[in-house]
């Protein structure tokens, strides 16, 4: 069954560090998202990439985040200057196309700003 | 905007049994989709059930069932003859597929324990 993949699985930085999750979609998806999860809390929407360029995004994604498909086949997540609220899982997920039939979550990376 | 409610934080069922997790949602569409995910210990995401709005009959996998009332915005999962890798964090959630670039928006989640 097509995985999406992301790597790390946990990545540790100190405060003010610059940090990129990756993420490899499923191949045919068209639509990818992340997604974040502090500790014990829900999953909150971060941003959502359609046809290379950012369909909407959540009031945490500030100047702070930014997205980008480099390559056709990877999806990043950078976040500038790390801040110690900014510790979570972060989640990658795509769909293929506009009818839903659920997203194919990543296994997630956990971030720790120390 | 939407809303999703989970409103048991903490569930525990004896293996074998059945439990019931609850989820009430709040919208203005008429179309939309409702998942379960489950969330085990390893922090994965995994689709557990997906129910489309406009179908009447309740969705079913395996031994996950739900029980879909449109008129009462509510949205429950039962998971028949529970096992041990039950045991998971279960989120509701709500997409409007064709607004908000299909976002999803996720309830706070009910952890859920099967003993032996």
């Known amino acids: 069954e097509p995985e999406v993949t992301q790597t790390p699985s946990h990545q540790v930085t100190q405060m003010g560090q610059e940090v990129i999750l990756r993420c490899v979609p499923i191949s045919n998806h068209l639509y990818f998202y992340w997604y974040r999860q502090i500790l014990g809390q829900k999953v909150e929407f971060l941003v959502s990439?359609?046809?290379?360029?950012?369909?909407?995004k959540s009031e945490i994604f500030d100047d702070q985040f930014s997205v980008e498909r480099p390559d056709g086949s990877n999806f990043t997540l950078k976040i500038r200057s790390t801040k110690l609220e900014d510790s979570a899982m972060y989640f990658c997920?795509?769909?293929?196309?506009?009818?839903?039939?659920?997203?194919?979550f990543g296994s997630g990376t956990r971030l720790t700003v120390v | 905007a939407q809303t999703v409610t989970q409103s048991q934080p903490e569930m525990s069922v004896q293996e074998a049994e059945t439990v019931t997790l609850s989820c009430t949602y709040d919208t203005s569409e008429n179309n939309y989709y409702l998942f379960w995910y489950k969330q085990p210990p390893s922090r994965q995401m995994i689709l557990v059930i997906r129910q489309e709005a406009y179908k009447q009959q309740n969705a079913t996998e395996n031994r996950f069932s739900v029980n879909f009332q449109k008129a009462a915005k509510s949205f429950s999962l039962k998971i028949s003859d529970s096992q041990l890798g039950d045991t998971a964090m279960y989120f509701c959630?709500?997409?409007?597929?064709?607004?908000?670039?299909?976002?999803?928006?996720f309830g706070d989640g009910t952890t859920l324990t099967v003993k032996p």
């Open positions: 959630a709500f997409v409007v597929p064709w607004t908000n670039a299909g976002k999803s928006t």
């Open positions: 990439f359609y046809n290379n360029e950012i369909s909407e």
């Open positions: 997920a795509s769909k293929s196309d506009s009818v839903v039939y659920g997203y194919t």
